[in-house]
């Protein structure tokens, strides 16, 4: 069975830097895309940054000049470089895997990224 597991969360000032790691382990078939995504406690998870298996890269506009997200297909595993951090990326971040089949996406269990001010 497939597992994504996130870390790298943690509480970090404004201004500073994280990077989050997202490690699969298991056969994903069908991948498509490896892709980011936040969500804050009663509000919509919206994506952040998605990959292709093409390498090419989407960034929300919240983020992007900021963000670097990249894939390390040995290691099985995705990044998110987060700079400049400010309080609204205050969230849970989620590793999704996205698959040719959007119902069959699998998700890690998230890592909290705290911002303050």
């Known amino acids: 069975q497939v597992r994504l597991v996130e870390s790298g969360g943690g509480l970090v000032q404004a201004g500073g830097s994280l990077r989050l790691s997202c490690a699969a382990s298991?056969?994903?078939?069908?991948?498509?895309?490896m892709a980011w995504y936040r969500q804050v406690p009663g509000e919509q998870r919206d994506l952040v940054a998605r990959?292709?298996?093409?390498?090419?890269?989407d960034y929300a506009d919240s983020v992007k000049g900021r963000f670097t997200m990249s894939r390390d297909n040995a290691k099985n595993t995705a990044y998110l470089e987060m700079n400049s951090l400010k309080p609204e990326d205050t969230a849970v971040y989620y590793c999704?895997?996205?698959?040719?089949?959007?119902?069959?996406?699998?998700w890690g269990q998230g890592t909290q990224v705290t911002v303050s001010s």
């Open positions: 999704k895997a996205e698959r040719y089949s959007s119902y069959r996406d699998y």
């Open positions: 298991g056969t994903i078939l069908g991948l498509t895309a």
């Open positions: 990959i292709q298996n093409s390498g090419m890269i």
